[in-house]
T-cell receptor
């Protein structure tokens, strides 16, 4: 079946620190992979996505590379800001088996000045 | 342009009451999804519509949960005889139909936070 396993939080970093949030997946087909972000009091927003192996998604300084060999889609940012404080969700969609998205449990990030 | 909207944003219900949660998808989006998000967890799929057709309801936890989208636009998720374990945030998402083998991005509403006392 399809599932996503994501690094547990919470994560606390100082401003300008390097961020990595690990995400690995299990899928029966060839999924698309997504990172969504949920800022306090707001809904889920798409941060970035990759639709095939070796694709790199990027947005707002965040990057993630679709690694089929390690079934991973780790989120990285070189220098975090206080405004990046949010909950980050890794998700996959496998259209060959289902239209639904499968989400990880979320990783809470707090960036302190 | 307007995003996905949901109402009410917050709902408090007494155990045993029926509730109805509304979702207005992005105009023109054919696909509509409902998810349930428990505290500290990721969203979990409930049901999926393509236009007015409910193509997948495998995630609905019991027959107390019912969803409809009669005109292929606005959708309502109804929970009958609410129980405390129904307390969660209910998220609605919409998307265009998938093209080729790739899944289209889902756009989420702000959610309805349901508390059952």
């Amino acid at each position: 079946g399809n599932s996503v396993t994501q690094m547990e939080g919470p994560v606390t970093l100082s401003e300008e620190a390097f961020l990595t949030i690990n995400c690995t997946y299990t899928a029966t087909g060839y999924p698309s992979l997504f990172w969504y972000v949920q800022y306090p009091g707001e809904g889920l927003q798409l941060l970035l996505k990759a639709t095939k192996a070796d694709d790199k998604g990027s947005n707002k300084g965040f990057e993630a590379t679709y690694r089929k060999e390690t079934t991973s889609f780790h989120l990285e940012k070189g220098s975090v800001q206080v405004s990046d404080s949010a909950v980050y969700f890794c998700a996959l969609s496998d259209p060959e088996t289902s239209n639904q998205f499968y989400f990880g449990t979320g990783t809470s990030l707090t960036v302190i000045p | 342009g307007a995003g996905v909207s949901q109402s009410p944003r917050y709902k408090v219900a007494k155990r045993g009451q029926d509730v109805a949660l509304r979702c207005d998808p992005i105009s023109g989006h054919v696909s509509l999804f409902w998810y349930q998000q428990a505290l500290g967890q990721g969203p979990e799929f409930l049901t999926y519509f393509q236009n007015e057709a409910q193509l997948d309801k495998s995630g609905l936890p019991s027959d107390r949960f019912f969803a409809e989208r009669p005109e292929g636009s606005v959708s309502t998720l109804k929970i009958q005889r609410t129980q405390q374990e129904d307390s969660a945030v209910y998220l609605c998402a919409s998307s265009l139909p998938r093209t080729g083998q790739f899944q289209e991005t889902q756009y989420f509403g702000p959610g309805t936070r349901l508390l059952v006392l």
